[in-house]
């Protein structure tokens, strides 16, 4: 395997441990560490940022967003809502405020949620109706797979 083939392997940790990935209990062994991946997609505060094999090494700030994870044979998606990543040695090391996969996230929650925060001009509100939005993106685009 050449230097650029070489795999990228990404970690996600919140306050509450690790990112689970299955959705039952016996399944909790499952976690987003050490996953391989091709290419990665990070939310940060400013922007998006694309990783793949080889990067420079980084430290930066995470926004709320998407975080996308590209193998191979799959796509996987996580909504993160800011932290910090590390890169380094082939290594994404994510510490999230909070994460959320997809089976984590319930649309008629967030809609309600959503219709709730109403038409308030305040930033923080259009800032918290745009993480509902994100959160909803995020569900449309895993059913219509």
Known sequence: MSPANKPLYVTVVTPDGPV???GKEEDDKAILLNQPATRV????FDGYMGVES???????????????IQNANQKMAI?????????KNNHISV????????????KTQLE???EKSGSSKSLAAQIHKEKLR????????????
């Open 54 to 68: 080889l990067h420079t090494s980084t430290i930066a700030k995470l926004g709320f967003g998407i975080l996308e």
């Open 20 to 22: 689970r990935l299955k």
């Open 112 to 114: 309600q949620e959503l």
């Open 134 to 145: 994100m959160q909803l993106r995020l569900l449309a685009q895993s059913t219509s797979k």
């Open 79 to 87: 909504y993160l809502d800011g932290g910090v990543v590390q890169i």
């Open 41 to 44: 997609i990070l939310p940060l």
């Open 95 to 106: 510490l999230a405020s909070s994460a959320r996969t997809v089976r984590q996230l319930n």
